[in-house]
């Protein structure tokens, strides 16, 4: 981690890495600090006028030694030039948090994070405590130091983390682990100690959540002085068709608008997050009871031809996959895309109840082998609209149709969102008979 002295930052010599979002939240936080700014940014993000920037690999070659801090944008990979001298390399979150005085509310995990995080805030303000939820959500935390909330709500990627040291959350949540990233993180070991840095800097007996029963996980953060606390076990859980939090009934499980399995085990995780943050179990409960869930994650697109769509986008690794698909009964799925150095063999694990697989993308060869021997048809489509097409000709009666892609967007679409949207205008034709 950086050796940047934090109480130096007037005068340093500071460069940021991109340009998007993360990149000029950080830009104008160190620049409101007294920082000397430069920014390298080959890419279409641009630099407005008057901010000095670095625009080619050689001249960042020549200058990087000359700064005292980097601070690249979440998702560069760690190969990047931007990371040659690690003693200097701090990410986004970590300069934020060195800045800001109001307690954190952590969220991180393979799948889950934005969905607990939404979940955590609307709880607090329910409650009428004054949160944002910031981090890998939307806004950048950076964006809010210099006037915070009362409360931060952080959801926090394996990218952010990598590079933050001491992130000292009032409490944490380390929702599950699967793998993913591992073109990023190079390992599963790698990626693991990644989200485990959540922990780091905690307060003695602080709470961290997390699944029961996940040894790789409570390994992971054995070395915190945080106190683990077992969700969908005993400090939350579903018993007798009542969501309970630390023994309190919150809400009934039938007067939930979404009850499917990874929907209960996301109100007990921030449930109990934001009850231990002051929410009131009344407010708990009326969030829980208002969720329609979040766009692109096991969304109802509707009835077509006498099947029930659901778009999953957001599912870009087989576990997310797997993980929603319990909750379907028989169904014809749309998989593939960009796979991201993580084995598609465990999809195999459906084909009991799959009709057909639609595969797409760069990794659709890699989803035929998945299946191979499994006595599933596989067909492959060129485009969504095609991919569409073919899932409601081989679908059975009762069949739903599920995009659940395994692997991201980035072959074919700029984003997870862009792709569900694409799904779903393909859907909506369909049912207006294009």
């Known amino acids: 981690m950086t050796d940047f002295d934090w109480d130096a930052?007037?005068?340093?010599?500071?460069?940021?890495?991109?340009?998007?979002?993360?990149?000029?939240?950080?830009?104008?936080?160190?620049?409101?600090?007294?920082?000397?700014?430069?920014?390298?940014?080959?890419?279409?993000?641009?630099?407005?006028?008057?901010?000095?920037?670095?625009?080619?690999?050689?001249?960042?070659?020549?200058?990087?030694?000359?700064?005292?801090?980097?601070?690249?944008?979440?998702?560069?990979?760690?190969?990047?030039?931007?990371?040659?001298?690690?003693?200097?390399?701090?990410?986004?979150?970590?300069?934020?948090?060195?800045?800001?005085?109001?307690?954190?509310?952590?969220?991180?995990?393979?799948?889950?994070?934005?969905?607990?995080?939404?979940?955590?805030?609307?709880?607090?303000?329910?409650?009428?405590?004054?949160?944002?939820?910031?981090?890998?959500?939307g806004e950048p935390i950076s964006a809010h130091v210099l006037q915070p909330p009362s409360v931060l709500v952080v959801e926090a990627s394996s990218f952010q983390l990598a590079y933050t040291d001491s992130l000292a959350p009032a409490q944490a949540a380390f929702l599950n682990f699967a793998p993913d990233h591992l073109d990023w993180h190079g390992s599963m070991e790698a990626y693991l100690a990644a989200k485990a840095r959540i922990a780091e800097g905690m307060a003695a007996g602080?709470?961290?959540?997390?699944?029961?029963?996940?040894?790789?996980?409570?390994?992971?953060l054995a070395s915190s002085p945080g106190a683990q606390k077992a969700v969908f076990g005993p400090d939350a859980e579903v018993v007798g068709g009542k969501v309970k939090i630390a023994g309190i009934e919150v809400a009934e499980v039938s007067s939930l608008r979404r009850s499917f399995p990874h929907d209960l085990v996301n109100f007990c995780f921030a449930g109990a997050m934001a009850m231990h943050a002051g929410a009131d179990p009344a407010s708990v409960r009326a969030v829980m009871e208002g969720f329609a869930g979040l766009p692109h994650r096991m969304e109802l697109v509707g009835e077509v031809d006498g099947h029930v769509v659901y778009n999953?986008?957001?599912?870009?690794?087989?576990?997310?996959?797997?993980?929603?698909?319990?909750?379907?009964?028989?169904?014809?799925?749309?998989?593939?895309?960009?796979?991201?150095?993580?084995?598609?063999?465990?999809?195999?694990?459906?084909?009991?109840?799959?009709?057909?697989?639609?595969?797409?993308?760069?990794?659709?060869?890699?989803?035929?082998?998945?299946?191979?021997?499994?006595?599933?048809?596989?067909?492959r489509a060129g485009s969504m609209d095609e991919a569409v097409d073919m899932a409601f000709?081989?679908?059975?009666?009762?069949?739903?149709?599920?995009?659940?892609?395994?692997?991201?967007?980035?072959?074919?679409?700029?984003?997870?969102?862009?792709?569900?949207?694409?799904?779903?205008?393909?859907?909506?034709e369909r049912g207006r008979g294009r």
């Not at 739903?400 to 949207?421: F, H, I, N, Q």
């Open 206 to 220: 602080a709470p961290i959540w997390v699944p029961a029963g996940d040894e790789r996980i409570a390994a992971a």
């Open 9 to 137: 930052m007037d005068g340093a010599a500071v460069l940021i890495g991109g340009y998007g979002v993360a990149g000029r939240s950080a830009y104008r936080l160190v620049r409101a600090l007294g920082a000397e700014v430069v920014v390298f940014e080959d890419g279409g993000n641009r630099p407005e006028a008057g901010v000095e920037a670095i625009s080619s690999l050689e001249e960042l070659a020549a200058r990087i030694g000359s700064f005292d801090l980097v601070v690249p944008s979440p998702g560069i990979s760690p190969a990047h030039l931007l990371y040659s001298r690690p003693d200097k390399v701090a990410s986004e979150l970590s300069l934020a948090r060195r800045y800001c005085d109001v307690p954190l509310i952590a969220v991180t995990g393979t799948n889950g994070k934005t969905t607990v995080t939404t979940l955590v805030s609307r709880m607090l303000s329910e409650s009428g405590i004054d949160n944002l939820a910031v981090g890998n959500i």
């Open 393 to 428: 000709g081989l679908a059975s009666p009762g069949d739903a149709v599920v995009l659940g892609p395994a692997c991201t967007s980035w072959d074919s679409y700029k984003s997870y969102a862009a792709r569900g949207e694409d799904f779903r205008r393909a859907v909506h």
């Open 312 to 379: 999953d986008s957001k599912a870009t690794t087989p576990d997310a996959v797997l993980c929603d698909m319990a909750s379907i009964g028989h169904a014809v799925l749309i998989t593939g895309g960009r796979n991201k150095g993580v084995d598609l063999g465990p999809l195999a694990s459906l084909a009991p109840r799959l009709t057909a697989v639609i595969a797409m993308g760069e990794a659709a060869g890699e989803v035929a082998g998945a299946f191979g021997g499994t006595g599933v048809d596989v067909v």
